[in-house]
């Protein structure tokens, strides 16, 4: 009874999927395909789709959501520079995750996680129904997930599909309270794609260290 109560509802959510949250999610499943192929046409889709977001979940009251998509904005130019072949410098080639990587990846989660809650606090501060749930603390822990991940995915580090896993997983459910279902399902799609690009990228560079590359 409960699962067909949940599919009813997400029935109900997706028939009433706005035209502008309908967008987002086809740039959004764009973006994650072209990653999961390692091209960099993953940049331009994401960005149409972010910026659409910042809209989105500024309306529903999802903050930290809302700056991780003005903070994919920023790390998508910033992939699409790193990603673009140029003249005089070598391709990016996927790799793993060396110590001086995970010591700056796990600097950026407990700042993120620190920054996000502080400015929440005070922008947030007299919002008794904002605070009255779990949801800005999940909505915070998956917003500096996703900026560990954006970050990896610019370097073209394999980890980074491991970081949005984890947050896909954790989103689900996340918007399909706040009644974005089409979202929700977006997320869920997210999901089995980074499952899939992690291991479309770990067949890649096992191939690329057998040939010493």
Same mark, same amino acid.
């Given at each position: 009874?409960?699962?067909?109560?949940?599919?009813?509802?997400?029935?109900?959510?997706?028939?009433?999927?706005?035209?502008?949250?309908?967008?987002?999610?086809?740039?959004?499943?764009?973006?994650?395909?072209?990653?999961?192929?390692?091209?960099?046409?993953?940049?331009?889709?994401?960005?149409?789709?972010?910026?659409? *977001?910042? *809209?989105?979940?500024?309306?529903?009251?999802?903050?930290?959501?809302?700056?991780?998509?003005?903070?994919?904005?920023?790390?998508?130019?910033?992939?699409?520079?790193?990603?673009?072949?140029?003249?005089?410098?070598?391709?990016?080639?996927?790799?793993?995750?060396?110590?001086?990587?995970?010591?700056?990846?796990?600097?950026?989660?407990?700042?993120?996680?620190?920054?996000?809650?502080? %400015?929440?606090?005070?922008?947030?501060?007299?919002?008794?129904?904002?605070?009255?749930?779990?949801?800005?603390?999940?909505?915070?822990?998956?917003?500096?997930?996703?900026?560990?991940?954006?970050?990896?995915?610019?370097?073209?580090?394999?980890?980074?599909?491991?970081?949005?896993?984890?947050?896909?997983?954790?989103?689900?459910?996340?918007?399909?309270?706040?009644?974005?279902?089409?979202?929700?399902?977006?997320?869920?799609?997210?999901?089995? %794609?980074?499952?899939?690009?992690?291991?479309?990228?770990?067949?890649?560079?096992?191939?690329?260290?057998?040939?010493?590359?």
């Amino acid at each position: 009874m409960l699962l067909l109560t949940i599919l009813e509802e997400f029935r109900d959510n997706l028939l009433n999927t706005g035209w502008l949250e309908f967008t987002a999610v086809v740039f959004g499943l764009l973006s994650v395909w072209f990653a999961r192929k390692e091209s960099i046409l993953v940049y331009p889709t994401g960005i149409v789709s972010v910026v659409i *977001y910042v *809209y989105i979940c500024c309306g529903v009251k999802l903050y930290a959501d809302a700056g991780i998509n003005f903070f994919y904005f920023i790390m998508s130019v910033y992939g699409w520079y790193r990603w673009a072949r140029k003249k005089h410098s070598p391709m990016l080639r996927i790799s793993t995750c060396r110590g001086k990587d995970w010591l700056v990846a796990s600097g950026m989660f407990i700042s993120s996680l620190v920054i996000i809650i502080i %400015l929440l606090k005070i922008f947030k501060k007299g919002d008794a129904d904002y605070w009255s749930t779990q949801v800005p603390y999940i909505d915070t822990f998956t917003t500096a997930v996703f900026i560990v991940g954006m970050w990896l995915m610019a370097l073209k580090k394999i980890e980074n599909w491991i970081a949005w896993i984890i947050g896909d997983a954790i989103s689900v459910p996340l918007f399909t309270y706040k009644e974005l279902a089409f979202t929700a399902f977006q997320f869920l799609v997210f999901l089995v %794609l980074a499952v899939m690009g992690f291991i479309s990228w770990r067949k890649k560079l096992n191939a690329a260290l057998q040939q010493g590359v």
